[in-house]
């Protein structure tokens, strides 16, 4: 997934090793979370998952799973100074495969507070993780040693030197 280290003990490396971990506990929990918001949001609105839905909320949590596993490769090898998004936005965004689950299974969407509404337009069920351990507990975990190690690689590479 991500290019080979040439020296596993430099920052940029352990970024890398972090980046591989986030994206490989991302990859093991995001099609499992999309069936989960699926069935979460169906339950509370129609009474039920019916089959059809539930079999919908699977290939769509597959799809969102190849999708996410593209969008992170793409963000976790690039170079700190080219990121222009975060894996937390990217697991947003595939929250679109529960939408159209629950879109086409015609469940109403969320009633959603102003914010909500105007940060997340299409994300009309509310089904958008506020962090990587809405997901599991190992998403989060890796998302935090992730993001230190993005924030210390930013540093050393930025910070003024006197």
């Keep these: 997934m991500v290019t080979p280290r040439p020296d596993e003990t430099t920052d940029e490396a352990r970024l890398l090793g972090h980046g591989e971990e ?56 690039s170079d700190v100074d080219e990121q222009r998004t975060t894996p937390l936005t990217i697991v947003r965004c595939a929250g679109a495969h529960a939408t159209g689950v629950l879109r086409g299974a015609g469940v109403a969407p969320a009633e959603r507070d102003r914010f909500s509404e105007e940060r997340f337009p299409d994300d009309e069920y509310g089904i958008g993780p506020a962090h990587l351990g809405e997901l599991s507990p190992a998403c989060h975990e890796a998302g935090i040693a992730w993001g230190a190690a993005k924030a210390h690689v930013h540093m050393a590479r930025h910070r003024s030197r006197p």
């Design 22 to 77: 986030l994206a490989r506990a991302v990859d093991e929990a995001v099609a499992g979370w999309i069936e989960a918001s699926v069935a979460r949001v169906a339950r509370a609105r129609l009474g039920s998952v019916p089959d059809e839905v539930a079999e919908a909320a699977r290939r769509a949590g597959e799809s969102a799973r190849r999708e996410v596993a593209d969008a992170l490769t793409a963000l976790l090898s």
